[in-house]
């Protein structure tokens, strides 16, 4: 094993400011801060540590990010069709690449973010081709991975 192979961070520690865009912010001033906590060898995919005290700011996803609420709680609302969900600690929300969201913080949350850049339609499919002819080579149908359970969508289906 390369001494690059499993990498180890906190995302408690090593935060630094990250300022919320000025146009962005609706109410309130916003303080976030982030780290870099992991990056693929490929640079298509990142681990960060992100917190922001009280405010409500619009926000851009330029890539797929997932979620993970650490601490605190953040609700966050489409403003298109203006629903609005609560995260709290525990709860993973998909946001997809192009998403724009409005996060409105009461107090403070604190999240860990996995963030990748999604490949054009072409490669994606050729990945995929790749991953299934080699998961076949290999004689397994799921190249290896655990079992994994399926997620459920919001509204329980």
Known sequence: MA???VIFASAAEGLVAA???PEWIRAGAPVAR???LSRSRDGTATTHGWDCTAGEFDWFFGGDETVYIIEGEVFVADPASGGERRLGPGDVALFRAGTWS???VPVYVRKLAFCRHPLPAPLGLALRAWRKLWS???GGANGGLAAAPQAVKAGGT
């Open 34 to 36: 982030a780290s870099e």
């Open 19 to 21: 300022p919320i865009r």
């Open 3 to 5: 001494a690059d192979d």
């Open 136 to 138: 076949l080579a290999r």
């Open 102 to 104: 409005r996060w409105r």
